[in-house]
């Protein structure tokens, strides 16, 4: 089990999950969601995301979209997703020096409110879809 501090800084400490199995957008390119949540502000970000992205494709939009306008992650908590698993993350993190911890799944002590918040999203994208919203 992972005891995880608490951040004292805007996007020091992450979580970061992927919501599969979702319908597909209404242009029938997305399948999936990225949820980045930043445990001190308790803040979400979703990114539009497709189920077979690869790491470098996950690196990417992450930098794209939330490192370049915030910072570099002091420390990562996610599943062992094989996407943050692979070679391309670890040899990221120990270069730049950065901890990439993960979690159990479903594991209320380390990552209760993201799963809340990924609860919430994939109940509202559901309803969207049944309705093509």
């Not at 199995?21 to 969601?33: F, I, R």
């Not at 930098?63 to 992650?73: A, E």
């Not at 698993?85 to 993190?93: A, I, M, P, R, V």
């Not at 950065?98 to 990924?118: M, N, V």
Request: glycine share 4%; hydrophobic share 40%.
């Amino acid at each position: 089990m992972i005891k995880t501090q608490e951040p004292r800084n805007l996007w020091e400490i992450v979580h970061m999950y992927w919501v599969t199995g979702l319908p597909p957008g209404c242009d029938g390119s997305y399948n999936a969601c990225l949820v980045i949540f930043d445990r001190f502000s308790k803040t979400p970000i979703f990114l539009p995301y497709h189920k077979d992205n690869t790491a470098m494709d996950t690196a990417l939009l992450i930098w794209d979209r939330v490192i370049s306008w915030s910072k570099i992650f002091t420390n990562i908590i996610s599943d062992r997703d094989p996407k943050l698993t692979s070679e391309l993350w670890t040899n990221l993190h120990q270069f730049s020096g950065k901890r990439l911890s993960f979690s159990t799944a479903y594991h209320p002590q380390t990552d209760g409110l993201a799963e809340k918040i990924i609860q919430n999203l994939e109940d509202i994208v559901r309803r969207f879809c049944a309705y093509g919203l």
